[in-house]
């Protein structure tokens, strides 16, 4: 027995307002130009959840139950496709999962007519079994995982079988067997054979993890050259995530010579098909790039990804409107991109967003929200928003004061090198707020903070020095630390050098006095008798 269900979308775009029920009830499809206009939506549903039940109870069944989720319904090719790749052999039994669309109302039931009895049958559900990863790991500036639902589903033995006859999509699906370690033991070099065999035969996904296989060197040595090539053949058969792979590799000089023009031809060509990472990068280049640099453009492919979603592109696009780069600008649509991107735990847009609250930047001012952002900007290691939250709790900013938590978050930004954050941990361990006095430990700071150039910290290590703080007193020393504070322009340093040659001066003084007070005339000689 087997059960069919559709998964293929339409090139449709849906109504985006309250009068169409999918949008004001939260389940409209958050793909501009795809929706689910026929109901395949709720096929899936059905596969999936029949396959749940199916596997509850499957001790208490006999048979055999395949469930397959067709593909390319919609363009009447896909069941040919899964028919002469086998998807359908042994079953004598198969029926679909028709589902009436249109409807005004919700509720009733949804019958099938096809739908046969069976006594006493061991259903042995097999699931969609691949979701291939397609690529797009962190590494490749700002790429993420994409998955791939596989055509069809069937058991290994059959898999390999087909395969045996020199069937692409066989092979291919054996590779994710292979890989993920589904219903056989995982063997990574067993599915770099079968991806190199399906890429051989113009599999296009697997011509796209084959390189991504080389770039990686998972079941195979590493080797870019062989990835750059295999990337191109996919992309020349139009995989966006193979063009996109392309574009880096010409970025970054992978497998090729570094070519920023053919990068931005390939990541355009995976942009216009959807790609929003390819999206993502295409901004970054028009915004950064010396020679390419057109802010406009910019603009636009941040917000084309920015609208699917990419917290990254709805980061920049924020930045974009919030300092009128390529746009006019913008504050109250700076804050909404930022609030978008920070709701997907984007660090620094918490930040910003909290900053726009505390400020009105876009928004009301509302110094609580401000502070919940900071703070869920802090916990994902923001180093900005660890040093402001440090203030604030040091001063009192929309909290009491609570010295000892203000010393927390100025070690966390300290230790990832924040200047200030530096400088102010070193104030506090020189005095003992919100922790006990430790001189070494504030000299410590106070050195790292003025390494960086800070012009405070270099004033106070040479206090430090002056007065023996945390290390032997040497004005010599002090003398050198607030030299280099006056040329950084701390005018504090320049008084402190006038007094210390003041006390030298009288020292040197003292000294003299000292040294008069004990001298003697030389002995008188005594005649001798």
């Given amino acids: 027995l087997a059960f069919r269900v559709d998964m293929d979308a339409l090139d449709l775009s849906e109504a985006l307002d309250d009068s169409h029920r999918p949008y004001r009830d939260g389940f409209a499809s958050c793909n501009p130009g ?5 109901g395949h939506d709720g096929h899936t549903t059905i596969g999936l959840g029949l396959a749940q039940v199916l596997k509850q109870h499957e001790a208490q069944l006999n048979g055999t139950i395949k469930l397959i989720f067709q593909p390319a319904e919609e363009g009447t090719r896909g069941a040919r496709a899964m028919v002469a790749a086998g998807a359908l052999d ?3 039994f198969r029926t679909p999962a028709p589902i009436k669309t249109g409807l005004d109302s919700y509720g009733g039931n949804v019958q099938n007519r096809r739908a046969h009895k069976f006594r006493r049958a061991k259903i042995v559900p097999v699931f969609p079994s691949a979701v291939t990863c397609e690529m797009n790991d962190a590494s490749h500036n700002h790429g993420e995982q994409e998955n791939t639902v596989s055509t069809y589903s069937v058991d290994v033995e059959t898999l390999q079988q087909i395969a045996l006859k020199g069937d692409a999509q066989a092979l291919f699906q054996l590779a994710i067997n292979y890989e993920q370690g589904r219903g056989v033991a995982e063997n990574q070099q067993e599915a770099f054979y079968c991806y190199q065999q399906a890429a051989e035969l113009g599999h296009v996904t697997a011509q796209l993890n084959l390189g991504w296989a080389y770039s990686n060197g998972i079941g195979a040595p ?3 050259d062989k990835a750059f090539y295999w990337y191109r053949k996919a992309a020349e058969q139009g995989h966006p995530t193979a063009q996109f792979d392309l574009g880096f590799c010409y970025v970054n000089g992978l497998g090729v010579e570094k070519d920023e023009h053919q990068a931005i031809g390939w990541y355009k060509k995976a942009a216009e098909q959807g790609h929003a990472v390819a999206q993502l990068n295409l901004g ?9 640099k057109n802010w406009e453009q910019a603009v636009y492919w941040y917000k084309q990804a920015a609208e699917q979603g990419d917290p990254r592109a709805q980061y920049n696009l924020a930045w974009c409107y919030g300092n009128g780069s390529g746009t006019p600008k913008n504050p109250r649509k700076a804050a909404y991109w930022y609030e978008e991107a920070a709701m997907q735990n984007h660090a620094t847009a918490q930040y910003n967003l909290g900053w726009c609250y505390e400020n009105g930047f876009g928004v009301e001012p509302d110094l609580d929200k401000a502070l919940v952002w900071y703070h869920k900007s802090a916990l994902q290691g923001q180093i900005t928003a660890q040093y402001t939250l440090g203030w604030c709790y040091g001063n009192g900013r929309g909290m009491e004061v609570d010295m000892a938590k203000a010393v927390h978050w100025y070690t966390k930004a300290a230790e990832q090198g924040h200047t200030t954050a530096q400088l102010n941990l070193g104030w506090c361990h020189l005095n003992g707020k919100g922790t006990p006095v430790n001189r070494e430990e504030a000299l410590k700071w106070y050195l790292k903070a003025a390494e960086q150039g800070n012009a405070t910290a270099m004033f106070n290590v040479g206090n430090c020095y002056a007065h023996g703080y945390g290390i032997e007193q040497d004005d010599k020393q002090a003398e050198e ?15 402190a050098l006038r007094h210390l040659a003041s006390k030298q001066e009288k020292e040197k003084k003292r000294t003299r006095r ?12 005594i005649p001798s008798p």
């Fill in 222 to 224: 590493q080797d870019n």
């Fill in 481 to 495: 630390w607030y030299l280099k504070a006056v040329r950084h322009g701390n005018k504090k340093a320049a008084s």
């Fill in 284 to 292: 970054w280049i028009y915004a950064n790039s010396p020679s390419r």
């Fill in 34 to 38: 795809m929706m689910h206009a026929c």
């Fill in 90 to 92: 042994g079953n004598a």
């Fill in 514 to 525: 000292t040294e008069k007070s004990f001298s003697c005339l030389p002995p008188r000689e």
